[in-house]
């Protein structure tokens, strides 16, 4: 169930722009050459990373799929009552995606000088999912103590 009071759709929207945006910048790496895909890479803290067929494969079908994820918070954003059964997943997902990031970094003992963005990728994922969540889990308790 949506949100219907306006203040809370808006807030539901916002974190649907803000996943819209932040998967939908990763088709940077679908739409560019390998070698300015890995510039990009080694600004983010990657060493350097000769070419490789695969490699640039999996980046390719990495970067399409994270991007197809921004187009669908993109359209859910859109026309929210036409994919409330995505906006019910969107919310878990992010939150999922942060706990792996955060396990990730603390096996990889990463650091900000090490892997500068890791924490704005844990923290973009906390937010959205706050947001898509938030208003949703309201919704569900105005309901619930409705009936």
Not at 38 to 49: E, H
Not at 109 to 118: D, V
Not at 120 to 134: H, N, R, S, V
Request: hydrophobic share 50%.
């Amino acid at each position: 169930m949506l949100p219907t009071s306006r203040v809370w759709l808006n807030v539901l929207r916002l974190g649907l722009l803000a996943s819209a945006v932040g998967w939908g910048i990763s088709f940077f790496f679908t739409f560019s050459t390998w070698e300015i895909a890995t510039n990009q890479l080694y600004d983010m803290g990657a060493n350097t990373i000769p070419y490789d067929p695969l490699l640039n494969y999996w980046l390719k079908m990495a970067s399409a799929a994270f991007g197809c994820i921004g187009i669908a918070s993109a359209l859910a954003c859109a026309r929210p009552h036409a994919f409330v059964g995505l906006i019910r997943l969107l919310g878990p997902f992010h939150f999922f995606i942060a706990v792996t990031l955060a396990v990730a970094a603390y096996q990889n003992h990463l650091t900000p000088n090490l892997h500068p963005t890791f924490i704005p990728d844990i923290t973009f994922c906390l937010i959205a999912g706050t947001l898509i969540q938030l208003p949703l889990v309201r919704e569900w308790k105005v309901a619930r103590k409705n009936h």
